[in-house]
């Protein structure tokens, strides 16, 4: 544990970086860079937990029908250390799962270290860093990418689409494989960036190839893992990228669900780990704010889609949206989502990181309800 925070110590120390020491940290007892430590649920708890895995872990059907709700894993921490952990349907602890667009928010990691290192700002040019097919394009900042902002004409639809009609699915199994960051720049520009928000892989992977190509140079490659992964002890993390090397940001990032906890736990702690500052201060704020450009102006939007920064949100919007997405879960809640019902949700007023890990197909699953189960598991618990 002690190399682990001196390795931290002179990363800061060597890259000349004030903000990641300057901001004081949260203190906690006992990091989990090794593993989590465990605790169990208290007595009593007997009634909720049958509730919680009732709705959690019972199938319908077949599982080849791929009816219902198809939990794959859920792991919780609650105050540091993990209350709760089940596999099912052959899963196992060990096993790595896809992300899907879980990966969004580790994307929004990365480009915090970036920041933080003065690789690059949030209102470069993604042309500062990359070339774009479409010089147009070049208008396009790194603050536009984090907020679903970009402006490009892009079709985000998944299995149901065809490869003709679906950029998502063109970008990750056909053309775009070969060069996603110029797939995504041949599109044309629907609107100004920054005045229109619509959820985008595509403004994701570009993201994740401008902060790339910012900051190999500087640190060569296995940069993520340098920076991120081991620090945080993420080991299990598999990343996914295309024919030139550009990571899929957007979609294509495995991890075991303990790992996938230790990157909630990061945002949790204000992007701290073991008393060291990761991302800027105030980058934590800023992610969970509601994007800017989903106030102004919305494309293919969803009441339940309010977004900050790569990051889902349980957020009222005034003027737009008055209920919150999650009714029965503390408004200050904000979660890392993915096709099929994958999600890493944060709770920081509980204290609290829920891990779910599944395969749904329907839309019979409701985090909602998933949440509010998981709550009263630990609520009011020391």
């Not at 580790?106 to 500062?128: E, F, M, Q």
């Not at 394009?137 to 402006?151: D, K, P």
């Not at 949700?345 to 779910?356: C, F, G, K, N, Q």
Request: proline content about 4%; aromatic content about 8%; overall charge neutral.
């Amino acid at each position: 544990m002690s190399r682990i925070r001196g390795v931290l110590a002179l990363i800061a120390a060597l890259l000349g970086v004030p903000g990641l020491a300057a901001a004081a940290c949260p203190e906690r007892d006992a990091w989990p860079t090794q593993d989590w430590r465990k605790a169990t649920l208290p007595a009593g708890r007997e009634p909720a937990l049958q509730a919680f895995e009732e709705y959690a872990f019972t199938r319908v059907g077949k599982d080849e029908e791929r009816k219902g709700v198809r939990t794959d894993a859920v792991v919780i921490i609650h105050r540091g250390r993990l209350v709760y952990e089940r596999y099912a349907r052959g899963f196992k602890a060990e096993h790595r799962h896809l992300g899907w667009s879980m990966s969004k928010s580790v994307t929004n990691a990365l480009t915090a270290l970036a920041v933080a290192r003065g690789a690059l700002s949030l209102d470069d040019s993604i042309c500062k860093h990359v070339k774009a097919t479409n010089e147009v394009a070049c208008a396009i900042t790194v603050r536009n990418l984090l907020e679903f902002g970009s402006g490009l004409d892009w079709k985000e639809g998944y299995e149901n689409d065809s490869l003709q009609t679906s950029s998502v699915l063109a970008m990750l199994y056909g053309e775009g494989r070969r060069d996603m960051v110029g797939f995504i720049t041949s599109h044309a520009l629907r609107d100004k960036p920054g005045t229109s928000w619509e959820y985008s892989s595509g403004d994701t992977t570009l993201l994740a190839g401008v902060v790339g190509a910012a900051m190999k140079p500087r640190f060569g490659d296995g940069w993520e893992w340098k920076l991120l992964l081991e620090p945080v002890g993420a080991r299990s993390m598999v990343l996914e990228r295309d024919a030139k090397g550009t990571l899929v940001g957007s979609s294509l990032l495995h991890a075991t669900p303990r790992d996938w906890a230790k990157l909630g736990f990061l945002f949790l702690n204000d992007g701290c780990w073991e008393g060291h500052r990761l991302f800027p201060e105030g980058w934590v704020a800023d992610s969970v704010a509601v994007s800017e450009p989903l106030k102004h102006k919305r494309v293919d939007w969803d009441p339940g889609d309010v977004q900050g920064r790569q990051l889902w949100l349980n957020r009222r919007v005034p003027g737009l949206q008055d209920e919150k997405p999650w009714l029965d879960v503390p408004e200050d809640a904000y979660a890392m989502r993915g096709h099929w019902g994958q999600s890493v949700t944060i709770i920081p007023s509980l204290d609290m990181v829920v891990v779910r890990v599944s395969d749904d197909r329907e839309k019979a699953f409701k985090l909602n309800t998933f949440l509010a189960r998981a709550i009263a598991l630990v609520e009011g618990t020391p």
